[in-house]
């Protein structure tokens, strides 16, 4: 596989990832999700010992192979640079996060005995978990893909108007 997870247990490597990637929002950050006191596994995604990106996960307490949802946290799971590609070309970009999305998943199931998460909105590309174990007869082989729209505001945007 052209890229890899690594498991990562130290707080200030995962932060430098965070800060590296567009996808990344403040619910990725250690400061944020740390104070749940929720169990959690964190992953680098690599590509030979060039770093692409994280996953997040929150984990069941009893079982730490099975991922799940978290009240407090908007956004968590996969996270990606967008100055990997060394391309303008947006065909790149886009094939560039397809392959890193379908990396993780293949390695993510795995892993995990049970994958959730919600993914930011700058992750638009459904299509490497909609064709995951695609042709297997078992839906539970396959994902569940539940839409939660989130908008984004500018804060940029409120300076012009004198708030």
């Known amino acids: 596989m052209k890229y890899q997870l690594e498991e990562i247990q130290d707080l200030e490597t995962w932060d430098s990832i965070t800060e590296k990637c567009v996808t990344s929002t403040i619910f990725h950050k250690s400061s944020y999700f740390e104070s749940f006191c929720a169990d959690f596994r964190l992953f680098r995604i690599v590509q030979g010992t060039q770093e692409k990106g994280g996953v997040l996960c929150f ?84 994902f569940k893909i539940v839409p939660r729209y989130t908008s984004y505001i500018s804060l940029e945007t409120l300076s012009d108007h004198d708030c």
């Open 59 to 142: 984990v069941d307490a009893d079982d730490q192979n099975k991922m799940r949802l978290h009240d407090s946290l908007i956004h968590n799971g996969i996270i990606i640079r967008d100055d990997f590609v060394g391309s303008n070309y947006l065909s790149k970009i886009h094939s560039a996060t397809f392959e890193i999305l379908e990396s993780c998943i293949s390695a993510l199931d795995e892993c995990f005995q049970k994958i959730q998460f919600s993914l930011t909105p700058a992750i638009k590309d459904m299509r490497p978990f909609l064709w995951h174990n695609y042709h297997s007869g078992r839906a539970d082989d396959k």
